[in-house]
């Protein structure tokens, strides 16, 4: 609407860009054609925009794995824009994505110091702390998030492992049941840290049974083929693993690179 009203509006369009590089799982790729041609148009009009090169960083991260692109455009949003806790926020994503462990934690710590009262700033925090091994503070910072923030449902990835890795089974169980009543149906998040929970708990038989329930909704659409491979090889099945995670490769999926639930090193070690 606003660039409607002023096609020139650069702080518009640089808006537009981002929420485009936000796309839905539906028709995904057009939305990040849009995004990326959005983005682009932003810098030609303002090649300091850093919010632009952000949403190149982030697209070519987390969708398009052009890494030599991503890293350029990461590294100049960052240089643009070092006080701004989206930018740093993002890049963290990108340092996720690429293993770099030590500027990862740096820039999500960052992130939150810029902007404390933003949830997924903590949440993202999360993520790297359990990625580190550290799983009291990603506790807590999954904590900080869900009080800002009740009803997001991304922490509950890490909040539902980091419990399972160190054995408090009760309350991981409190985190699983209260994660059904805030998240939505179509995400199949609920079966997912279902799986989760009865792996950490060495229950097999019920991880397959939870496993079996996201199938359907894989061969639809709805969830996420590599994460169902990783479960089957956890679950011991490596052939049915394989299947699984190549689909989920060929899609390009995001939880290959960003992913917390996806052990690489785990799939590398598969003879």
């Known amino acids: 609407a606003a660039l409607a009203l002023d096609p020139d509006f650069v702080p518009a369009r640089a808006g537009l860009a981002r929420t485009l590089s ?13 995004a990326e041609r959005e983005a682009n148009r932003v810098i030609v009009a303002e090649p300091a925009n850093a919010e632009a090169w952000s949403v190149l960083g982030y697209i070519n991260t987390i969708y398009f794995w052009r890494w030599r692109e991503a890293a350029e455009a990461t590294d100049r949003a960052l240089a643009l824009a070092p006080n701004d806790s989206e930018v740093v926020n993002f890049a963290g994503d990108y340092y996720h994505a690429t293993r770099d462990v030590a500027r990862m934690l740096a820039t999500e710590r960052r992130a939150v110091e810029l902007n404390p009262l933003h949830a997924i700033k903590h949440s993202d925090l999360a993520f790297a702390q359990f990625v580190l091994g550290d799983h009291e503070a990603a506790i807590r910072h999954v904590r900080d998030a869900l009080a800002l923030d009740p009803a997001l449902d991304a922490p509950y990835d890490p909040l539902v492992m980091s419990l399972g890795a160190l054995r408090r089974f009760d309350e991981m169980r409190s985190a699983i049941a209260l994660a059904r009543t805030h998240t939505r149906p179509q995400d199949h998040r609920y079966p997912w840290l279902s799986v989760c929970g009865a792996l950490a708990e060495g229950q097999r038989d019920e991880a397959m049974r939870f496993v079996a329930q996201l199938v359907s909704p894989a061969e639809k659409g709805e969830h996420s083929f590599a994460r169902l491979g990783y479960h089957y090889l956890l679950l011991g099945d490596s052939d049915e693993g394989i299947k699984w995670l190549e689909r989920g490769y060929d899609r390009r999926e995001t939880v290959l690179v960003f992913g917390v639930a996806i052990d690489l090193g785990k799939i590398a070690a598969d003879p």
């Open 22 to 34: 936000l796309a839905p799982l539906n028709d995904r790729r057009s939305w990040l054609e849009a």
